[in-house]
């Protein structure tokens, strides 16, 4: 913003507080500590208004923000006061009061909740829909740096000058996580997808990656008690102990005496790490698996055709300049020779089906002893295992062409179903179920064998999706109710 040349921009007249690029990236919203905030147009500079005219708050603009859809502009201040302005109209649309000024805004486009940070050390969250807070959340002790919402908009983790990091679950509106460290943390990051949080500190010149380990074990993340005491927790770093690269953990504190439980499943086992135990019996349950591998099963073929390169032009063959005809008043060519015409039959063929002569994959065997044992976890374990086209040719390889047989084929519907029916796996399921279909419908509605099994899997797959579609509505419900309600 250096070649901004507008009249109004002088720097001994205003000095830029805070600033905010919209989404489009074609603008930028500038907070001053004068009371205004201008716009200007990031690709030639250009001064394209004001907000209030002509100061927006009376006093030093500390946090600037704009929503997704450039339909709004949220601005904050030494005033006590959070201001919401149209974006284009350059207009007031609401004003909100707060008990002590602002230090600084995190907005979050995706879920549409600003957080605002308080001189009193307090931190507020909004919900620029309603223009209401929603959240507040006390226990800092000294200046709070920055925030930092996850991706998802679960979780705001906060850091401090009182050199603490927190983690605030905004569901409950309780503290979760609480930690300190050797120096505050001047800047926090969450990662795109959540797995890790990047941190600076005070007199370091490095950036420090925290791990979610809620991302990679089980963990039941419950409210921190009120007399709660942190740990001193040392920075991220790598060392070298005999030959084996190690990540620096707790300091003073083993695993069994941190304040993240295991979750334990209905029989009070604590489940293998990767395997998704239901909390209740009546739940759906996903895999946890990343979506490559289960999405784009059934478009394995499109695929396939897209990445296939490109063959140069082939020389077409050469015909005879001139073509026998028969004698006649008609031109009639000569047909082809018995000899030349190809034999459609499949008797004529002399090709073997090598898939017949292949052995049983470890798949198709477990598969084999799960219908024995009847519980099919083993054999779902090993496609979870699999890449997309590792499944794709596990489960092409079921049919009599591929190597199989017509009782593999019942073998899968079966596993199916019994998945179905305990609702795990569910998205999985889907995707297995998708693809089997996709290769195997037609030799399944020739089997009349097929159908009362078929008809079995239909009714528990609609009574699967009525019932994730009941609670999806009642959840919808009661969030619309909870954000619209007037206390």
């Not at 805070?18 to 200007?40: L, W």
């Not at 969450?190 to 600076?200: K, M, N, Y």
């Not at 009546?282 to 695929?303: M, Y």
């Amino acid at each position: 913003l250096t070649h901004l040349t507008h009249a109004l921009f002088s720097p001994w007249l205003r000095n830029t507080q805070c600033v905010c690029i919209t989404a489009c990236g074609n603008f930028a919203v500038v907070g001053m500590t004068s009371g205004h905030v201008e716009m200007f147009n990031m690709q030639s500079g250009l001064h394209r208004g004001e907000f209030g005219g002509p100061q927006a708050h009376t006093g030093c603009v500390r946090g600037v923000a704009v929503d997704g859809l450039n339909m709004e502009v949220f601005s904050g201040g030494a005033d006590k006061t959070i201001k919401f302005w149209s974006f284009y109209g350059k207009k007031l649309l609401h004003s909100l009061k707060l008990e002590s000024p602002v230090s600084s805004m995190v907005y979050h486009r995706e879920s549409s909740m600003l957080a605002v940070s308080c001189d009193n050390f307090d931190i507020l969250v909004v919900d620029t829909d309603t223009k209401r807070v929603v959240r507040k959340f006390s226990g800092h002790g000294n200046r709070i740096m920055d925030m930092a919402f996850s991706p998802d908009a679960r979780w705001l983790v906060s850091s401090s000058m009182d050199c603490t990091i927190r983690t605030w679950d905004l569901p409950s509106g309780r503290l979760i996580d609480y930690f300190l460290v050797e120096s505050p943390a001047t800047s926090i990051s969450f990662s795109p997808t959540g797995d890790f949080l990047a941190t600076s500190h005070v007199d370091d010149l490095g950036i420090y990656l925290w791990c979610n380990r809620s991302v990679y074990s089980h963990l039941s993340l419950r409210p921190l008690p009120a007399d709660f005491l942190p740990h001193l927790v040392d920075l991220p770093s790598s060392v070298v102990l005999d030959g084996e690269e190690k990540i620096n953990g707790w300091k003073g504190m083993g695993p069994e005496e941190g304040h993240l439980q295991e979750v334990k499943g209905q029989d009070g086992i604590v489940p293998e790490q990767g395997q998704v135990v239901p909390i209740s019996k009546g739940l759906l349950t996903l895999s946890a698996l990343p979506k490559s591998r289960w999405h784009n099963l059934e478009l394995l073929d499109t695929i396939r055709l897209r990445n296939k390169p490109i063959e140069p032009p082939k020389q077409p063959k050469e015909a005879p300049f001139f073509l026998p005809t028969l004698p006649g008043l008609e031109p009639k060519f000569i047909p082809l020779s018995e000899s030349d015409i190809p034999l459609n039959e499949p008797s004529a063929s002399r090709i073997i089906n090598l898939g017949k002569l292949k052995p049983a994959t470890v798949f198709a065997r477990s598969l084999k002893e799960c219908v024995s044992t009847g519980s099919f976890g083993p054999a779902v374990e090993i496609l979870k295992g699999m890449g997309p086209a590792a499944i794709e040719g596990e489960i092409r390889g079921l049919s009599p062409e591929g190597g199989g047989s017509v009782e593999q084929l019942e073998f899968f519907v079966r596993l199916l179903l019994d998945q179905i029916k305990m609702g795990t796996n569910f998205e999985l399921v889907e995707a297995y179920m998708g693809l089997f279909l996709k290769l195997h419908l037609d030799t399944l509605t020739r089997s009349i064998g097929f159908v009362p099994l078929i008809e079995q899997l239909l009714q528990h797959h609609k009574g699967a999706w009525q019932q994730l579609q009941t609670d999806m509505n009642r959840g919808a419900c009661l969030l619309g109710y909870c954000r619209s309600a007037t206390v």
